[in-house]
């Protein structure tokens, strides 16, 4: 299923909530591992050098794409298998919360509370939607594959969210 574009609320001030709900094709204990373990979260998102998977664990996360800045901050929700939630210092607020959809589909209600520009919102929504991109192919079998990363796709999905 395609990825559907996401969209930006403003908060008080510089604070946005970016918002995606994307319905994928495998059931929720899958995409549970996807969004919650090391492995998981390498395969289309970032390098997990912590992960303390309860409520207040320590959580430190490399992004892959571009110079591999680490991000560290806190578990803020835990409901296994239903919400995980990370909060990490320059990313914000992190919130997955699953919903199953029958035995073989799952739907992510994502919420990313985060500061920012009027500006900054088309960067932030395209490289949510790219991760998601990388997420759907990651639980198709295709990890994504780091070295070869360029931001092509993510210059695409910035123009068409300005």
């Known amino acids: 299923m395609p990825i559907a574009h996401g969209t930006g609320e403003r908060r008080d001030g510089d604070h946005w909530l970016l918002?995606?709900?994307?319905?994928l094709?495998?059931?929720?204990e899958t995409v549970w591992q996807a969004l919650t373990t090391p492995e998981g979260l390498r395969g289309w998102l970032a390098e997990a050098e912590v992960l303390e998977r309860h409520l207040g664990g320590a959580v430190a996360l490399r992004w892959l794409?571009?110079?591999?800045r680490l991000y560290s901050g806190r578990v803020t929700a835990w409901d296994v298998e239903r919400v995980a939630e990370y909060t990490l210092a320059e990313h914000g607020r992190i919130r997955f919360h699953l919903e199953p959809l029958g035995t073989?589909?799952?739907l992510i209600r994502f919420t990313n509370e985060r500061q920012g520009s009027e500006a900054d919102l088309p960067?932030?929504?395209?490289g949510w939607h790219e991760h998601f991109?990388?997420?759907e192919s990651y639980l198709s079998g295709t990890p994504a594959d780091w070295p070869a990363w360029t931001d092509t796709r993510?210059?695409?999905?910035?123009?068409?969210?300005e």
Do not use: K, N
């Open 104 to 106: 073989d589909s799952t």
């Open 154 to 161: 993510r210059t695409a999905l910035r123009t068409q969210y």
């Open 65 to 68: 794409t571009g110079p591999g």
């Open 133 to 135: 991109l990388l997420l």
């Open 25 to 28: 094709a495998e059931a929720y």
């Open 19 to 23: 918002h995606f709900a994307p319905h």
């Open 123 to 126: 960067a932030g929504l395209a």
